[in-house]
Every structure is written in structure tokens, then in C-alpha cells.
Nanobody, 117 residues
């Protein structure tokens, strides 16, 4: 059974930082590209950042320069370091694991990030 479990969300003041973690089980983690997405109330889910199996990264424009995605294959965990947080970063953040094989696209349950003073 595949599980992606996010953690690290919470309430933070503008300008603050959070580090999200996504712990994977039930998959060969090193074979999967990992991604972070977010969904704010009333909005569609959007890409935040991705990291490939080789460590190449990609960021949404809103995340560039502030967020850093990383992975630790030994720990089967992906991370999203978020700095200089803004109120518009408030959303539920979801972890995604996928590979180029039918049926190999998995989502976590999400973790709430709220940026407010």
C-alpha cells in the first residue's frame, strides 16, 4: 500500500519559514519524481515545485527564490523549505509521487499552511 504522509505545516507569520516533509512508503522512492502542489480555498490546485529522480528541480514563479525542494532517497522523504512566506502562500500543500508508468501517480493527504499575523 502506497502512502505519502506530509508534515510540517502550521501557522506562521509573514516573513517566516516552514519546512514541509513528505514521507513515502510502499514505493521504490528513488524511481519517482516528487512534487509539491498547493490548493487555496476556492482555487485550483497548482504546482509549487518538483524534483526529478536525478535531482533536477523546477519551481513555480511564485516560489522561485523563496522555496527549495529537496529529497533524501535513503529516508524516502521529500522536503519543501519555504522562506519569506507571504499571506498568499496560505493553502493546503500536497505531496505527489509519480513515474512514467500507468497507475504510478500518488498523492498525500495534504498539510495546511497558514501565513497570517
Amino acid at each position: 500500500q502506497v502512502q505519502l504522509v506530509e508534515s510540517g505545516g502550521g501557522l506562521v507569520q509573514p516573513g517566516g519559514s516552514l519546512r514541509l516533509s513528505c514521507a513515502a512508503s510502499g514505493i521504490i522512492f528513488r524511481l519517482y519524481g516528487m512534487g509539491w502542489y498547493r490548493q487555496a480555498p476556492g482555487k485550483q490546485r497548482e504546482l509549487v515545485a518538483t524534483i526529478t529522480v536525478t535531482g533536477s528541480t523546477n519551481y513555480a514563479e511564485s516560489a522561485k527564490g523563496r522555496f527549495t525542494v529537496s529529497r533524501d532517497n535513503a529516508k524516502k522523504t521529500a522536503y519543501l523549505q519555504m522562506n519569506s512566506l507571504k499571506p498568499e502562500d496560505t493553502a493546503v500543500y500536497y505531496c505527489n509521487a509519480q513515474r512514467a508508468r500507468p497507475g504510478s501517480n500518488y498523492w498525500g493527504q495534504g498539510t495546511q499552511v497558514t501565513v497570517s499575523s
